[in-house]
Structures are given as structure tokens and as C-alpha cells.
């Protein structure tokens, strides 16, 4: 797992811009902390940031190959997990090898195959291969969009990077937003549109898409959609292929020449992988496993229930790690430094974000990485099978509106009066387009269309925003972390998957209870849906209040002229108010106050211009 970043442009010497190149490298070091590459020539760099993993000693980058007559060069971030048996079929074909990276693989299947060689790839990636002969640049992600690319084209030349803060160092892109990069952060953050770098002139490809760059010329191709397509499977059928299709992907996932860990939160998901992980050690004969869970300092004292987190964790977690037999760690965080990483989270993510999620995650991800250098995480198992309360509110499941975000009305109120005038179209015309988008069967029922709907809006916008945050905040510390349930036949498989079976029992994730029920405890199983923990603690509150009223006295700021400042402080003033949570289920007031301290760092330490 690595940073990468690029340059094209053939009406310059890049190898006079060393010093730029140099700051591009810099600015994603974290995400590569053991070695860094370079391949420049006149009109070509590519920048390499390694972590290693797979192959430690051999599997350096840029990394070169000859072959018929051209000269291949990949700069790649990610994991295949399909490494053995895409080497045996280009070994079949007459490719030899000097290494057991899956880098190495990866750049013989292009050579091979060129582009196609996107549909035999299982893994999470982004990568760039530049062709040295025809002066061609390919650049993908992965069917999911588990790991970054963002690119900015200008008139004579592109500029490539895992994060935004490559390009920004180039010092060819410039941190310009307009009224559309607004309404991507006051009306829709912490998520972002697909394909939307908020800056205006930086996009991201999409999840699923790749790309070519020639003479100038500019190609985007969307190579993995998710179809509709008729579930066949019986009942046992279904139960049987969805804990094959996980089980699968976990243990494909537990391959590493470096050590690796767990994150257990005592859920459904967390501990599916624990254990099948548990499973597979003691069947090799590995011992056991490490995991590791996160808490708050004073959270057992200031825990209190509600619809969205019904339980707390620790009792649950206790009862998997006896069950695992594992060496657990449990890592407690202190209020003022989750605080105070919300400046971290922004620079890790280059854009305001999950506010307290984020920097929490960035915290225990920090201590982790004392130990290990990989890990392995449950996300995205409740967007892909119902997890959510909205998938399971009859009252919510057919509003036209992103169910995490159901009202804009908190969003408003901080703003300043006529300004942004259109958010609230702008969001709705991204509903809109999203389940426009949904691939449907004939002849299906009203909720089997909805649930595909809602599948979409899922996978397309808060799954992503999730995937980001797991990205940025683990190789922010040099911490790769891997996420089974992203695999993407288990992700085809649950899209087609009737609701009724989906959600076997009437519960959310039925199905994937069904499939585990006989090697998980039953509490662990059939525990209901709690989300990533936050703190309960009051005294973040008051922190973040503290640093959002030295914010509002602030004069002459970009966020000045935006903010409402009654509108804040009736916020600060009427916690318990708010109706409807900022986004997803924990953005309540102490997170829309953290979110607002990441507004002001942002745009001040990015030095953010508004382009209206």
C-alpha cells in the first residue's frame, strides 16, 4: 500500500522541476514511509511513496518492464488479492518473473493486456502505467473505490496523485472553488460527488473507471458497473454462496510478509473477520490473533442509549476476544486530542470531513501502527446488506432524499441569508441522478426497486465517504487497512439479492447473520445494528463550543462572510434540539461545532479562494 503521484507534459522538462517533484513525493509520505521512487524523464515523472508489504526486499517502485518492444513503468497503490492466479495464467503465456510482488504482476497483465486487463484484477488499487515508446499514460481505481486517484488536465498536461495535496504542490493546480465546490461542502460534506475533487479544476476517477492520456488527449472509460441481474439461488443456495463469497474474501486478505492485526468492535461485521481469521491462524498453525478496539476516556460514565447506538461495545468485545482467544489492545482516547486531530483529519483528507469519527479513527490508527502495518476492518457490510435504520423505516425508505441527510434545514441555518440560494436543488438533483442510475429487473416489486435505489445511493455516496475516511486516516499513519466486505462479487451478489432474503428474519444484515450463526456467539450475532462509536462525553462539547466562538469573533475571513453567526449559536445554545443529525447517524451539534473548526483551519491553511 503506497501514495502515488505523476506528471505529464511534453512541452516542459520536467527534470528542471525537481523542486516541485520533490514537494508532490513529499506531501505523501505518510502514505509510503519506508522508501520513495522516482522515474522522470523530459516529459514524464512518476512518484512512487512505499509502504511495504508484499514482498519487502524486491518490490520497489517505479518499477520497469521490457516487453515486445516497449518499455512499461507503474507507479501502483493497493493489493491484489487474485496475485497467484493471475501469475500462473501469465506464466502460461510465457512471462517470467523475479519477484512474488503482486506490483510485478500487475504490470505484466498490462503489458499483456493493456486496459483489459481491468477485468481480471480482485483487489483494491489505483495505478498508472506509462507506456515510454508511444507516450501513452494509463491511470485506474478499483471497481469499488476502496483507494483514491485525483487528476488535474490543463492544456499541455495532466497531474496525477492518491491525494489532492500532490496536485496542489505542483504548483500548476490552484486551490480554487465556486459556488458548485460550496455546495459540495455546506450542502452535501462530509460526502462529495462522485468524481468531485471540490477544487475546481482537480476530479477523482470514479470507482470502476480508467483512463487514457495521449498527445494531449484525454479518454475516461467506465469498465465495472453493478447490473441487475435475477437471483437463482434458493434459500440454502443464497446462505451458502454469501459465507463462501466473505469467507473467501477474508482469507484472501490475510496474506502479508509484515505483521497484521484486527479491528473488533464486538458488531456483526468486526467480528465475522475476527473470527474467521481466528479460524484460518489456528488451522495454519499461526496462533492467534491481535485485535483492537477504540474508547473514549469517561465513556461508561456518559454512554447513554438512543435509536441509532443502542448499546455500547466493551461488554460485546469482551465476549469475542475470549471467544477468539485473541490479544487484545484496547485504546482509550482523550477528548482534547480527538479535538485537537481534527486539524490532522483535514490534512489527511485535504477537505473538512467526519469531524470526530475521522480524527478519532486517525488517533487509534496512529497507536496500531506502533505494532503493526496492516489491518483489517468490517466496513461497508451495512450499506451492501441493510444494516441501516433507513433501509428498515417504512416512514423513511420511499423519501426522495439521501436518508443519512434527510433535511437541509440545520445546513441552512448556519449560513448566512441569501447566499447559496440553490443548495437544496443542487442535493436533489444529485438524489435524482444517482437512483436514475440503478440497473432494475422488469416485473420486480415496489420495495425490490426501492432497495436497488437505495443500494446505489448507498454505494455511491455514504459507502464512499466511509472509504475515504478508512484511507485517509489509516495511510495518513503509514497503516494499510484492508476491507473484506468490499470485495466486489460479494458487492454484485447482495445488489441482486431479493430484500426478503437480504433481510432473512426481518433483521438488517439477516442474511449474513444466517450465514455465521454457527461459529459466532449468538449475542455477538444477533446483536442490533450499533454504528462506529463516538464520544459521549460533554466535555468535547464544550471544547468544540470554546473554539467555534473564537472562530465567530474572527473578522475579515472567507468563513466569516459565509457563516450565520446567530444561526451557530443557536446551535451551541439548543443542542438537544436538532431534529435531524448533519449526516449519517452521529453528526449531531458537538460534530456540526467540529465541523465548522475544520471549515475555518481549511480554508485557511489551504489557502482556499472563491471563485463566484
Not at 212 to 225: L, P
Request: charged share 30%; aromatic share 12%; glycine share 6%.
Amino acid at each position: 500500500m503506497c501514495g502515488i503521484a505523476g506528471w505529464l507534459d511534453n512541452s516542459i522538462d520536467l527534470r528542471e522541476r525537481k523542486s516541485e517533484l520533490y514537494a508532490m513525493s513529499e506531501s505523501i509520505q505518510n502514505r509510503g514511509p519506508d522508501e520513495k521512487g522516482e522515474y522522470i524523464s523530459h516529459d514524464v515523472a512518476l512518484l512512487h511513496r512505499r509502504l511495504s508489504v508484499i514482498d519487502v526486499e524486491n518490490g520497489k517502485q517505479p518499477m520497469t518492464l521490457n516487453y515486445k518492444g516497449e518499455t512499461y513503468v507503474i507507479v501502483y497503490n493497493g493489493e491484489l488479492y487474485n496475485t497467484d492466479e493471475l501469475r500462473e495464467e501469465l506464466i502460461s503465456l510465457g512471462h517470467r518473473f523475479s519477484t512474488h510482488s503482486d506490483t510485478e504482476v500487475l504490470l505484466h497483465a498490462y503489458a499483456q493486456y493493456k486496459k483489459k486487463c481491468v477485468h481480471k484484477l480482485n483487489g483494491i488499487y489505483a495505478f498508472a502505467v506509462y507506456e515510454v515508446s508511444s507516450k501513452k499514460l494509463f491511470l485506474c481505481r478499483d471497481r469499488i473505490g476502496v483507494k483514491p486517484l485525483f487528476y488535474s488536465k490543463y492544456k499541455n498536461g495532466i497531474i496525477f496523485g492518491s491525494e489532492i495535496k500532490a496536485l496542489l504542490n505542483s504548483g500548476m493546480v490552484k486551490p480554487t472553488i465556486n459556488e458548485t465546490g460550496l455546495y459540495e461542502i455546506f450542502f452535501l460534506g462530509p460526502a462529495r460527488s462522485p468524481k468531485s475533487g471540490i477544487f475546481k479544476a482537480i476530479k477523482e476517477l470514479k470507482p470502476g473507471q480508467m483512463a487514457t492520456y495521449k498527445n494531449g488527449k484525454f479518454y475516461k472509460e467506465t469498465y465495472y458497473t453493478i447490473k441487475a441481474s435475477e437471483h437463482t439461488d434458493t434459500e440454502g443456495e443464497t446462505i451458502e454462496k454469501t459465507r463462501f463469497l466473505l469467507t473467501d474474501a477474508i482469507e484472501r486478505q490475510l496474506i502479508t510478509d509484515v505483521p497484521m492485526c484486527f479491528f473488533l468492535s464486538g458488531g456483526l461485521d468486526s467480528s465475522i473477520i475476527c473470527k474467521t481469521a481466528s479460524n484460518y491462524y489456528k488451522k495454519n498453525n499461526l496462533g492467534n490473533i491481535n485485535t483492537y478496539s477504540v474508547e473514549y476516556e469517561d465513556n461508561r460514565k456518559f454512554f447513554t442509549k438512543n435509536a441509532f447506538q443502542p448499546n455500547a461495545d466493551f461488554d460485546y468485545i469482551s465476549i469475542m476476544v475470549d471467544d477468539t482467544n485473541s490479544k487484545h489492545t484496547e485504546i482509550v482516547l482523550d477528548n482534547k486530542k480527538v479535538m485537537e486531530a481534527l486539524y490532522s483529519s483535514v490534512d489527511a483528507r485535504d477537505l473538512p470531513g467526519y469531524v470526530d469519527i475521522d480524527s478519532s479513527l486517525l488517533l487509534f490508527c496512529k497507536e496500531i501502527k506502533k505494532n503493526y502495518t496492516v489491518a483489517l476492518s468490517g466496513e461497508c457490510a451495512d450499506e451492501l446488506f441493510g444494516g441501516y435504520p433507513w433501509y428498515h423505516n417504512k416512514n423513511i425508505l420511499f423519501e426522495e432524499c439521501f436518508p443519512w441527510s434527510r433535511s437541509q434545514e440545520i445546513r441552512r441555518s448556519i449560513l448566512k441569508k441569501g447566499i447559496l440560494k440553490h443548495g437544496e436543488d443542487y442535493v436533489m438533483s444529485k438524489y435524482f441522478n444517482t437512483i436514475r442510475r440503478a440497473d432494475k429487473l422488469p416485473n420486480e416489486s415496489a420495495v425490490d426497486k426501492r432497495m436497488r435505489e437505495m443500494f446505489m445511493l448507498n454505494f455511491n455516496w455514504f459507502m464512499q465517504c466511509l472509504l475515504e475516511r478508512k484511507d485517509r486516516c489509516s495511510m495518513y499513519n503509514g497503516l494499510e487497512v484492508r476491507v473484506p466486505f468490499c470485495d466486489y462479487r460479494l458487492v454484485e451478489y447482495a445488489y441482486n439479492m431479493p430484500w426478503q432474503l437480504k433481510a432473512y428474519g426481518g433483521r438488517e444484515k439477516g442474511i449474513i447473520r444466517k450465514a455465521f450463526e454457527d461459529i459466532l456467539p449468538y449475542d455477538i450475532c444477533y446483536r442490533k445494528k450499533s454504528p462506529y462509536p463516538k464520544t459521549h462525553n460533554p466535555e468535547y462539547m464544550r471544547l468544540c463550543c470554546d473554539k467555534v466562538k473564537e472562530i465567530l469573533n474572527k473578522k475579515d475571513t472567507v468563513l466569516s462572510s459565509l457563516l450565520d453567526k446567530d444561526g451557530v449559536e443557536n446551535i451551541m445554545n439548543n443542542p438537544d434540539k436538532i431534529s435531524s443529525p448533519w449526516y449519517g447517524q452521529l453528526m449531531r451539534a458537538p460534530q456540526i461545532m467540529a465541523y465548522i473548526i475544520e471549515l475555518d483551519y481549511w480554508f485557511e491553511k489551504y489557502n482556499v479562494v472563491i471563485e463566484c
